[in-house]
């Protein structure tokens, strides 16, 4: 089994519409992160969280929030979609020292 | 702030060459450096990882070095395969309390069979 599973792989959604993207990790790392890739600008932070109770912004946290449920659960919502949000999505988790990605979540914002 | 860039922005090489990719950082009080391949619309593997006390790491065909002073790693592919096909990432992290990567934009490298 993966050691970090995300799901759903691929969403199509409408502009408007509140989407969750959910992540869960087996490795029992503290250490979550989500990003995101668009082509050509490589991948950049959302949010990360240290630990169940710490929860940061990373560099493009506008018009999304997430929600650490459990050591292993990191889950990240579009409140509502814009077409710009239209992207590839990754979940990962680290120990300090490595990170360990997902396989991504395509979305498409129409 | 840390800022990666890598160089070029795409390879295109014979099946069999040697070939080396570029990273470089701003930051010269990096933690670690990973180097990821990913494949399309695939997710990220993490091939090497070099800590700030290290100078190089081996995996196979793969070498990575790190020189902090210049601000520089590179990759090294021996003998390259078809299968080496991918983008080929490159992520700094400052480490600390605020452990985060930052990355490249990536190198698209093509082995021609």
């Known amino acids: 089994d993966a050691d970090v599973t995300q799901t759903p792989r691929n969403r199509i959604t409408k502009t408007g519409k509140r989407i969750m993207l959910e992540c869960s990790q087996t490795?029992?790392?503290?250490?979550m992160y989500w990003y995101r890739q668009d082509p050509g600008l490589g991948l950049q932070l959302i949010y990360y969280?240290?630990?169940?109770?710490?929860?940061n912004k990373g560099e493009i946290s506008d018009g999304y929030s997430v929600s650490r449920q459990a050591q292993a659960k990191f889950s990240l919502s579009l409140e509502s979609a814009i077409p710009n949000q239209t992207a590839l999505y990754f979940c990962?988790?680290?120990?300090?020292?490595?990170?360990?990605f997902g396989p991504g979540t395509r979305l498409t914002v129409t | 702030k840390q800022e990666v860039t890598q160089i070029p922005a795409a390879l295109s090489v014979p099946e069999g060459e040697n070939l080396v990719l570029n990273c470089s950082f701003t930051?010269?009080?990096?933690?670690?450096l990973q180097w990821f391949r990913q494949d399309p619309g695939k997710g990220l593997t993490s091939l090497l990882l070099?800590?700030?006390?290290?100078r190089e790491q081996t995996s196979g065909r793969l070498n990575a070095s790190l020189d902090k002073s210049s601000g520089r790693s590179t990759l090294y592919i021996a003998a390259s395969q078809p299968g080496d096909s991918a983008t080929y990432l490159c992520?700094?992290?400052?480490?600390?309390?605020?452990?985060?990567?930052?990355f490249g934009k990536g190198t698209l490298l093509t082995v021609n069979p």
């Open positions: 930051d010269s009080a990096i933690y670690n």
């Open positions: 990962a988790t680290s120990d300090g020292v490595r990170e360990y």
């Open positions: 070099i800590q700030s006390s290290q």
């Open positions: 992520a700094g992290n400052s480490g600390g309390s605020n452990y985060k990567l930052t």
């Open positions: 490795k029992g790392h503290d250490r």
């Open positions: 969280s240290f630990d169940v109770k710490d929860i």
